[in-house]
């Protein structure tokens, strides 16, 4: 019997187990030749795994934004630019300096410490399910998440300690800027838009997944395929695809190490299906093509070990607390029913104090709304909040100067306000700790953390930088010395 026979038989044999289809529901995955009945709705199936592959590689390259690098003080301008950067005088830099926050207080870094009986808890918790099965962590929030920098040295510091329960969401959204992933690769090909959470209050509820978006393609033989290698060096054994099911929904067919393995059919009322492929032995791709032009929607794809610890980064460029209300949240339930976590991470905030005028009671109230609707959904999971980190904002002050022989030349000077969005993040920190408590959440102070370093505007003249020349993301280097100083907190 060849390979694919035998997958074939597998998945005929997990079909016939009570648990893997007695289900009522709509979407099912078959072989192509299986008849249009009303399929399950969560399936699970069990494939040969073992295949060695080459590494994927993609067939057209995914390019995202790039935002030119801007200068510095002291710096040289952009190629093309007649102006001149000057640098800022000793007194400058003195007057500069008398802005910025004074450093955290005794008292103020007692008040940002754990309680030790949550940590107690939550490591005991950890621990008990990553020795048996997997733990899983879920961390949501917005640019600084997604870049995985920070995300990723989490995950090595939670499962050097636990075990390595595999790389867990890998994020469909990638190709948007500022997106990275835990695994070898994702290529895609054929057309496929995104949905994000709508940022409007009274927007049209998003039908999404725990990543807040929605993948979905029309196009016939469109596909997205994974390479779920990963560094931890944890193997695959189970692959996990949460999609949409609705009415007009189309098929999908499934190819797990370049064998056909069925279709799953996507049509029915409004839901979150799931189908779990589990490998006898480790897995090495995963492919998911359409087949006409009815709609699919993707709503999140896992990979992950036996047990051990597996952190989920929903993280999105941008991201708002607010994602979270404008949601449908009986889909965001009924994924968490499949796969429950934990431990949940919340790291908004940068993006919600933006604009000329910031009302904190306003904030307050939205942030109330994110946690009652995240709450909503994962009532029982222990939670820890990420504040805003340090921020710094710039200016440009252009002039025309002219020497002592009559030569005038254009110059322009990098004036930087260490006061305004520094204040403002340390006012939402503290809301977010007021409002986290009556939730039973923790809260991580990450800009008190970089105060207690220097600060945003130092931490970008340190050699080399943890702070990135925007001033409101850090440096790849910082991401990690940050996140060594957040898994500290957490007794990692």
């Not at 910025?100 to 007692?110: M, N």
């Not at 109230?365 to 990420?386: G, H, K, N, S």
């Amino acid at each position: 019997m060849n390979f694919a026979r035998r997958a074939l038989l597998w998945l005929t044999l997990a079909c016939a187990a009570p648990l893997a289809c007695a289900e009522e529901g709509a979407a099912s995955i078959a072989a192509p030749t299986t008849s249009t009945a009303l399929p399950p709705l969560h399936f699970a199936a069990t494939v040969p795994g073992g295949a060695h592959m080459q590494p994927l590689r993609c067939a057209t390259p995914t390019r995202t934004a790039q935002t030119p690098p801007r200068p510095v003080e002291g710096g040289t301008p952009p190629a093309g630019s007649d102006e001149e950067e000057l640098p800022l005088t000793q007194q400058q830099e003195q007057e500069l300096r008398k802005e910025a926050l004074p450093a955290p207080t005794l008292d103020d870094l007692r008040k940002a410490l754990p309680h030790e009986e949550w940590l107690k808890v939550m490591h005991q918790r950890i621990r008990d399910v990553a020795s048996s099965r997997v733990a899983r962590i879920g961390v949501w929030g917005g640019s600084h998440m997604a870049a995985e920098y920070f995300v990723g040295e989490l995950r090595r510091q939670w499962q050097g300690r636990y075990g390595a329960g595999g790389p867990g969401h890998v994020n469909l959204l990638y190709g948007l800027p500022g997106i990275r992933l835990p695994v070898n690769a994702m290529c895609r090909q054929g057309r496929w838009q995104h949905e994000l959470a709508p940022r409007a209050v009274g927007a049209a509820a998003l039908s999404a997944g725990l990543g807040l978006f929605m993948v979905n393609s029309r196009e016939a033989g469109a596909f997205i395929e994974i390479d779920p290698g990963n560094a931890s060096a944890a193997a695959v054994r189970t692959i996990t695809l949460h999609f949409l099911r609705q009415a007009e929904g189309g098929m999908l067919t499934l190819v797990v190490d370049d064998v056909p393995v069925g279709q799953i059919d996507t049509k029915g009322p409004l839901a979150l299906g799931s189908v779990q492929i589990k490998g006898m032995a480790a897995l090495s791709r995963i492919k998911l093509v359409a087949q006409g032009r009815e709609p699919v929607g993707l709503l999140g794809v896992y990979a992950e070990a036996d047990q051990g610890v597996v952190l989920d980064n929903f993280g999105i460029a941008g991201a708002s607390g607010a994602f979270w209300t404008t949601v449908h949240s009986e889909l965001m339930q009924q994924a968490t029913a499949q796969r429950p976590y934990e431990l949940v991470m919340l790291a908004y905030g940068t993006n919600d104090v933006t604009g000329a005028h910031w009302d904190p009671q306003d904030y307050r109230r939205r942030f109330e709304t994110t946690m009652e609707a995240m709450r909503q959904v994962m009532p029982q999971a222990l939670c820890v909040l990420i504040t805003p980190g340090d921020r710094v904002t710039t200016s440009k002050v252009r002039s025309v100067v002219r020497d002592r022989n009559g030569r005038t030349r254009k110059v322009v000077q990098t004036r930087y306000d260490l006061k305004t969005f520094p204040q403002r993040h340390m006012e939402a920190a503290r809301i977010q700790r007021e409002v986290g408590q009556r939730h039973q959440c923790m809260t991580w102070d990450f800009s008190l953390e970089m105060r207690k370093a220097g600060g945003a505007y130092d931490l970008m003249k340190k050699q080399p930088p943890w702070m990135a020349r925007d001033l409101i993301h850090l440096t790849p280097l910082g991401y990690q010395e940050m996140a060594k100083v957040y898994a500290k907190w957490l007794g990692l």
